[in-house]
T-cell receptor, first 114, second 113 residues
Framework: AQSVTQLDSQVPVFEEAPVELRCNYS??????LFWYVQYPNQGLQLLLK??????LVKGINGFEAEFNKSQTSFHLRKPSVHISDTAEYFC????????????FGKGTKLTVNP | NAGVTQTPKFQVLKTGQSMTLQCAQD?????MSWYRQDPGMGLRLIHY???????DQGEVPNGYNVSRSTTEDFPLRLLSAAPSQTSVYFC????????????FGEGSRLTVL
């Protein structure tokens, strides 16, 4: 079975500051990794994904994440955040080999202050 | 293109009542699923389906039933609601060729008194 740990439940930052949202996973098999974003009163939408290849993946809205297999991490970063980035961010994992079950972390609430 | 549509958006039930949360998608996705979202718990998988006539349990299936008679629809039934089922419910679908890329509805907020 897989599990995901998001190390910070809340992250407050000022506008134009850089941000890193941390995600660690646990799995006995190889996995694929994802970040989803949930804006207030909406469903989740895919931000970016790592399936294979380059360990640095770029997503929408200027976000990027780096897969580190040795540290079992997939941290999300943005060099300069905007007020509109205020949302909850979820890291998720799915095992390779045909599983359909996407397992989510508990979420990190990012608040960007002016 | 509506995507994933959930109804109702809000519902208040009394303990013991039954109800069905509806989910429909117009993207011809084989895979559909139901999650519940609770504060500090993230999203937990209730049931999922990989095609019409096929359903399976997720992480927290107790108290919920599902069926999948068509590709488009995947209703979630609460047979006897309990206060512990107060939550926000999300339906999600995906093309089985695209690993992990779920499309979510806007959610249904259920309160059980």
């Amino acid at each position: 079975a897989q599990s995901v740990t998001q190390l910070d439940s809340q992250v407050p930052v000022f506008e134009e500051a850089p941000v890193e949202l941390r995600c660690n996973y646990s799995s006995s098999v190889s996995v694929y990794l994802f970040w989803y974003v949930q804006y207030p009163n909406q469903g989740l939408q895919l931000l970016l994904k790592y399936l294979s290849g380059s360990t640095l993946v770029k997503g929408i809205n200027g976000f990027e994440a780096e897969f580190n297999k040795s540290q079992t991490s997939f941290h999300l970063r943005k060099p300069s955040v905007h007020i509109s980035d205020t949302a909850e961010y979820f890291c998720a994992v799915i095992s390779q080999g045909g599983s359909e079950k996407l397992v989510f972390g508990k979420g990190t609430k990012l608040t960007v202050n002016p | 293109n509506a995507g994933v549509t959930q109804t109702p958006k809000f519902q208040v039930l009394k303990t013991g009542q039954s109800m069905t949360l509806q989910c429909a998608q117009d993207m011809n996705h084989e895979y559909m699923s139901w999650y519940r979202q609770d504060p500090g718990m993230g999203l937990r998988l209730i049931h999922y389906s990989v095609g019409a006539g096929i359903t399976d349990q997720g992480e927290v299936p107790n108290g919920y039933n599902v069926s999948r008679s068509t590709t488009e629809d995947f209703p979630l039934r609460l047979l006897s609601a309990a206060p512990s089922q107060t939550s926000v419910y999300f339906c999600a679908s995906k093309d089985r060729r695209l690993t992990g890329e779920l499309f979510f509805g806007e959610g249904s907020r259920l309160t059980v008194l």
